[in-house]
């Protein structure tokens, strides 16, 4: 079973449209995270949620949005994309927020905008 | 704040030898530390992670790592190298008091036959 499951996989969408990302975890945890990896592989935060409640909103373009259904879910919603938000999305995990709690990430979704 | 280093983009090391990614840190209080490889089109596997006690860690795949709290340093090591390790290596720190884990840049681990 997998632990972390993102979908699509593959997204390749026109500038302008909206699209979705969806996760899903089955490990019971309790906070789940959106990063976002650039075409240097430098990964960085955007988004975090605990219970439900956003714990971290890093400095990302409103037309990015979050929505976590319940503890199980966190999707990512994108409006108007851009050639630059074509990147690799991860979603990810963990059970607690912060300290030496391990992060757990989905295989990630492929995200390119032409 | 919190950061985290790897000062090497690139390792490449012979079969059978030993291997070394080296990590630097720096945060305000206490470090949790990370490490997570990265296969060609995968997402991150976890190996090891530091939290307090032992300094010597060991994790997946017979990787361990080191933490030196007077270098900041949480080198990731393995003693005999495999063809199978090469693969994409991140280090990341959080900082007692954050809900952030940040990752270093990474290191693109080559292990030749």
């Known amino acids: 079973d997998t632990a972390v499951s993102q979908t699509p996989k593959y997204l390749v969408t026109q500038m302008g449209n909206d699209k979705s990302i969806k996760c899903e975890q089955n490990l019971g945890h309790d906070t789940m995270y959106w990063y976002k990896q650039d075409s240097k592989k430098f990964l960085k935060i955007m988004f975090s949620?605990?219970?439900?409640?956003?714990?971290i909103n890093e400095t990302v373009p409103n037309r990015f949005s979050p929505k976590s259904p319940d503890k199980a879910h966190l999707n990512l919603h994108i409006n108007s994309l851009e050639l630059g938000d074509s990147a690799v999305y991860f979603c990810?995990?963990?059970?607690?927020?912060?300290?030496?709690?391990?992060?757990?990430f989905g295989e990630g979704s492929w995200l390119t905008v032409v | 704040a919190q950061s985290v280093a790897q000062p090497e983009d690139q390792v490449n090391v012979a079969e059978g030898n030993p291997l070394t990614v080296k990590c630097t840190y720096s945060v305000s209080g206490n470090p949790y530390l990370f490490w997570y490889v990265q296969y060609p089109n995968r997402g991150l596997q976890f190996l090891l992670k530091?939290?307090?006690?032992?300094?010597l860690v060991k994790g997946s795949y017979g990787f361990e790592a080191e933490f030196n709290k007077s270098q900041t340093s949480f080198h990731l090591k393995k003693p005999s190298a495999l063809v199978s390790d090469s693969a994409l290596y991140f280090c990341a720190v959080r900082d007692t008091n954050d809900y952030k884990l940040s990752f270093g840049a990474g290191t693109t681990v080559t292990v030749r036959a």
């Open positions: 530091y939290i307090t006690g032992d300094n």
């Open positions: 990810a995990s963990s059970q607690g927020r912060g300290g030496g709690n391990t992060i757990y």
């Open positions: 949620y605990n219970n439900k409640e956003l714990i």
